[in-house]
DNA sequence: GGTCATGATGAATGAATATGCCGAGTAAAG
DNA sequence: CTTTACTCGGCATATTCATTCATCATGACC
């Protein structure tokens, strides 16, 4: 029925409760009035489950609706640290080389999604049926990664 | 007054909400009660706002209450659903066959989570790189895990 | 002692959010 | 063209959460 649609809408929600300090859900409805979005309380309550946004206390009384990590999915870099927080059991370096452990099976995977990141320091990827060895340019280089990696599983 | 401070309180709460799967503040306090701090849900009202405690949503109606909206996710079978989400790509039926497509290089994980479900149903599994088959016994079972699966995944 | 200020809390209530139910729209199947 | 199945979203309401107001305890001060 209506043109913009509730995918449109959603992301005009997750870009506007950055940009922005809104503290409750009619404010967000508001705020998409201005453009041209008429939708009431009862929808946005649905967005905001569906984005998993979170209504983060200032500690002072005061609310502000945020976005969480766990629900950027299109962000390639959020998506990536989801699946490897999943799977991935173990980081270990040596020399240089990165160990991977993963769930059982899931090596292969994780492995293909490393090879796509197309790394300059990474000289290739060996996957068996739950270990990766990621074999570096560099001892630095391997450091540098497992760094990053570790950042991105928190 | 009360012996159990207000501030150990609030440590049992943070401890509580990381253990436990909460999703109301009068479960808190229900839980606390068992401990034999009897407090309202006003009080854990504050509380949860000065421990900037956050209500975050499942995306599926439900909520959980987290120190950290960043804080690492490891249990619970509402993730299990989401991890698949992240990998299945789509679910089809022929016949006595489920044939599963999921992410590039996922496929033998994802099997092998399946094989370990132990399913009567389920005579057998085949991985390649993105896809999965999965024999059933029966159509009329095929047609049941389709379902299933399905749901799991919403 | 009394008085004042402060902080914690409960009861009641107000504010904000979630949801059951229903109808409209749409797409696929028959 | 029906029927069926689904998705979306409004309305009304239920649920959940925040806040106001009053009370009690404590400590500082005179």
Known sequence: MNMPSKEYRQRLIEELVEREFIS??????????????????????????ELRLVRLPAGNGQHRYRSTPLAAEEDVVGELSQRFRLFVRDLDRGENLLV?????????????????????????????????????????????LLEEFETLLQ
Not at 100 to 117: N, P, R, S, W
Not at 122 to 141: D, F, H, P
């Open 24 to 49: 409750t859900q009619a404010e967000i409805a508001e705020h998409l009035a201005r453009r041209g979005i008429n939708v009431t309380q009862a929808t946005i309550s649905r967005d905001v489950n």
């Open 100 to 144: 991977i452990t993963t769930d059982e099976g899931h090596a292969a995977g994780i492995a293909y999604v490393i090879d796509k990141l197309d790394r300059d320091e990474i000289v290739g990827t060996l996957a068996g049926q739950n270990t990766i060895l990621i074999v570096c340019r560099s001892v630095v280089q391997a450091e540098a």
